[in-house]
Each structure stands twice: as structure tokens, then as C-alpha cells.
């Protein structure tokens, strides 16, 4: 009978010993699963705080020198903080920008769903690959999704073909009436001398435009933490830049998606801008390097 017992006591040991085990590796697992997910509010939250970092940059304040002039606005029309995460947001979303979207026919509905599907998948975002593929309506909504979320209102999808879809921001100043403002956040029917509030198209042709309010994820989505390390990095490397340099590196960026530049020679190319009197800002030589060295990394 002692026997017994004492086996039966090492058994009942062993037994809690093993779940002890257990218990201990499955919250070891969800630790790490944590450390190693960012949510999509946490996003945003990056997001804002780069916004204001960028608000002191010279392309920042150039481009909205420019946007206020084109638009005769006063400085008290208009709330400068909007404007920067209106533009930084354009930047880094739009087809080729520096969270390297991508455009590609998807046949997927007018929302952001599939490219956040996309962007849980990467574990290993890469300046030489797109971390996502989607159609200009796609990338329309991201952004304007990503833009309300962040705190600015009065953005909605504008179609100025059928086959084809561009972001507007209603701009509401408090001495002036209304305006609109197209965000392409595609290249499509476009040229390089196209920017941000491009002229092609009419925003007025149609009658209103909607202020997209779906949510396309909630709060609590989470995303890769190497991916949003990858976003926050490209913003404080790229978006102090001006227009004209973000344009330009725009399009090498899409050349390299599309296997037309091999990534040494886009480097090359871009190199030769430095000390170019277009690009004479400390942020534009920041982000020429930086696109440059991006061209010579496999992954980031």
C-alpha cells in the first residue's frame, strides 16, 4: 500500500507538473504572439505623431505655402495640422508611394479589406517589393479611410471615368466656400507634372461626394510589428520631402515593381538628383539617399 500511494503521489506530481508546463508554454506563445503584432489604433496613433514631427520640414511647409497660394487661403482658414496628414497620408499610400502599394487589376469591392488581408501576411516587408497589390478604388478607400481615422474629415471616392477612381477632400475654410481638392492616389490617366490637387480632373463633375466613414477594420486589428516598424520608418525618412522629389522617386519606386528599372540602376538614376538644384532642401538629399540605400537592401 505505501507503494501504491507513493506512486500514486508521483503521478499526481508529474501530472501537475505537466500542466504547469503547458500552462507556461501557451503564455510564453501568446506573449510573443503579442510582441510581435501592432494594432491598427496603434498604427494611427504612429501616424499622428509623425504628422506633427513632419509639420516643421521644409517640403511640409513649402508644399502648403504653395496649396494655400493656389487656393488664395488665409493662415487662419485652414488648419495646417489637416493639411500635413492629408499630404503624408497621400505619400505613403498612394500607387508606388513609400509603404510601397502597388496598383494591380484585383476585382475586389470599393474598400480597403483585401489590402489589410494582404498586409497581415507580411512578416518581412522589403523596399524592392510591393507590400500590397490592389486597384485604384482600393487604394482610394485606404486612404480615406486612414485619413478619417487620423482625424480629418471630408474625404470620399471620386470617379472621374467609369473604369476608374481617385480620392477628394472637401475642403470647408472659414472665410471662403467650399472647395475641392483630387487626391490621385494612382498615376492612372496621369503625368509625371500631375501632383496632389492635380487639375486633370473636374471633382465638381460629380454632384457629391461622399465622405467615407466605413471602418474597414476596427481598432483592434492587428498588423505584423516588423510591417509598422517598416511605416513608421519610410515616414520619418521620406515625408519631409518636397513634391517634386517625392514624384520623382514615386516613379522609380514603380519602375522597380514593375521589373522595368533593375534596383541598382533606379539608385543610380537617383543618385545623380543629389546636389541637383531641384533638390536643394535637406529633406529632399535625405530622401534621395535614403532611396538609395533602399535600392541596395534586400529587406529592411
Known sequence: MVHLSLRRAVIGLCAVLLATNVAATGHARQASNAASEVTFAQLIEAV??????????????????????AHQLSPASLRYSDFVVIRLLFEATRDAGFWNLHWQITNQPPNSDNIWRQWQGVQKPSPLRPTASAECDELSALYAFLVE??????VGLFWPYANHTVAVWVVRPTDRPVFRVVVPTSQIFLDETDFFDTKKFNPWSQKTIYEYTRRD?????????????????????????????????????????????????????????????GFTSPEDAKAVQNFVDDMHSDSQ
Open 48 to 69: 499622428r505623431v509623425r504628422a506633427k514631427a513632419a509639420e516643421s520640414t521644409t517640403g511640409m511647409r513649402e508644399s502648403f505655402a504653395a496649396f494655400s497660394t
Open 149 to 154: 481615422r487620423a482625424g480629418v474629415k471630408g
Open 217 to 277: 477594420v476596427p481598432d483592434t486589428f492587428d498588423l505584423p510589428k516588423s510591417l509598422v516598424d517598416y511605416f513608421v520608418r519610410q515616414m520619418d525618412r521620406y515625408a519631409g520631402a518636397s513634391d517634386v522629389a517625392l514624384q520623382k522617386l514615386r516613379y522609380l519606386r514603380e519602375g522597380v515593381f514593375l521589373d522595368a528599372w533593375p534596383p541598382h540602376e533606379a539608385a543610380r538614376v537617383a543618385h545623380e538628383w543629389l546636389g541637383h538644384p
